[in-house]
């Protein structure tokens, strides 16, 4: 099955780099999930930064959709969000094979060790799972932003 971004995801992903724009539509014409860009999924301004750091929903005043360099996805299953975490490497599998064919290195928020996913060898499921268990080899807490790509400068 082919998905395609709506003109709404389109619109979301205005100001943002050209390169991670060109993965996310290659992406979507490949992925098995359906995904979209959502509200304040591409370039935000320092006060919408603000504004989500304020409320949790940012770890971080310094984000790289402050420089239009990340995208955030949503997964959808039929015309329901799902934040259900197996759809979500499913489509950093298509992400993944997007930019490597593109040529970009793309940085997953649920693989944060890995700089290129496009060079990583297994399944991004896989990728996941590595780095958890290095988190916590680390006795650290993984931090997990599965809806997050930023491009690996």
Do not use: C
Not at 23 to 48: C, E, N
Not at 100 to 120: E, N, T
Not at 139 to 146: H, K, L, Q
């Amino acid at each position: 099955m082919s998905f395609k971004l709506s003109s709404r995801s389109l619109e979301r992903l205005e100001g943002v780099d050209e390169r991670i724009v060109a993965v996310a539509k290659y992406a979507i014409g490949i992925t098995k999930v359906d995904f979209g860009i959502p509200h304040l999924g591409g370039l935000r301004t320092m006060d919408q930064q603000r504004e989500l750091f304020e409320k949790g929903a940012s770890q971080t005043m310094k984000s790289k959709h402050l420089e239009g360099i990340a995208i955030d996805t949503v997964a959808y299953v039929g015309p329901r969000v799902s934040w259900e975490i197996n759809l979500y490497d499913d489509i950093a599998d298509a992400m993944k094979e997007a930019a490597k064919d593109v040529g970009v290195k793309l940085r997953w928020g649920a693989a944060w060790h890995i700089d290129s996913i496009g060079d990583y060898e297994g399944s991004m499921e896989d990728a996941m799972n590595e780095y958890i268990d290095l988190r916590r080899s680390q006795g650290r807490r993984p931090f997990m932003d599965a809806p997050h790509y930023e491009l690996s400068l």
